[in-house]
């Protein structure tokens, strides 16, 4: 029982998700880098639609020193930069659609890596997944075996499954 003069604060709500204990971090991050509504990043693709997502992504916000209206950068891959120059009027506005006000004055394309993300490429499409790894016989036939006593059908699969999953695990 925390005592009326004790330094130590409990948090009396539960269970808190992650995305609020890292909110605070996530938004520092982004104002560094000029991105006061951190939405503009983590929802780029739902505010300028997928297409133009899988090919451009923002990279900064540069505010001017009068304060009218800022300079969003873009960071998009060489042949497709006529095509987002052609879409430059569409992209600020949906942008500042989502400020909610006219935040967004000018917009320039880059055709450089980002300063400061860990990948150097311009790759704008998520990686493909992994093929999933085909199982030892060896260890599927030992599970099958271990849960062969069962009676129910869909039990024994389960069980076989966990059995393949812990006994392929490497031993620690």
């Given at each position: 029982?925390?005592?009326?003069?004790?330094?130590?604060?409990?948090?009396?709500?539960?269970f808190?998700?992650?995305?609020?204990?890292?909110?605070?971090?996530?938004?520092?991050a982004?104002?560094?880098?000029?991105?006061?509504?951190?939405?503009?990043?983590?929802h780029?693709?739902?505010?300028?639609g997928?297409?133009?997502?899988?090919?451009?992504?923002p990279?900064?916000v540069?505010?001017?020193?009068?304060?009218?209206?800022?300079?969003?950068?873009?960071?998009?891959?060489?042949?497709v930069?006529?095509?987002?120059?052609?879409?430059?009027?569409?992209?600020?506005?949906?942008?500042?659609?989502?400020y909610?006000?006219?935040?967004?004055?000018?917009?320039?394309?880059?055709?450089t890596?980002?300063?400061?993300?860990?990948?150097?490429h311009?790759?704008?499409?998520?990686?493909?997944?992994p093929?999933?790894?085909?199982?030892?016989?060896?260890?599927?036939?030992?599970?099958?075996?271990?849960?062969?006593?069962?009676?129910?059908?869909?039990?024994r699969a389960?069980?076989?499954?966990?059995?393949?999953?812990v006994?392929?695990?490497?031993?620690?």
């Open positions: 029982m925390a005592r009326p003069g004790d330094s130590h604060s409990r948090r009396k709500r539960g808190e998700p992650a995305a609020a204990l890292l909110a605070k971090r996530i938004r520092s982004g104002e560094k880098r000029g991105f006061a509504v951190s939405r503009v990043l983590t780029w693709a739902e505010i300028v997928e297409e133009t997502a899988r090919i451009a992504r990279v900064e540069k505010y001017g020193r009068e304060g009218f209206g800022a300079t969003l950068t873009i960071l998009t891959t060489g042949a930069a006529p095509l987002l120059e052609m879409q430059k009027d569409a992209i600020r506005e949906k942008v500042n659609a989502c909610g006000y006219n935040a967004i004055a000018r917009i320039r394309l880059t055709q890596a980002p300063t400061g993300f860990a990948e150097g311009a790759q704008f499409a998520p990686a493909p997944k093929a999933p790894a085909r199982p030892d016989p060896a260890i599927a036939t030992e599970a099958a075996a271990l849960s062969g006593d069962v009676h129910d059908e869909g039990l389960a069980l076989a499954a966990l059995g393949q999953n006994l392929s695990r490497p031993k620690r």
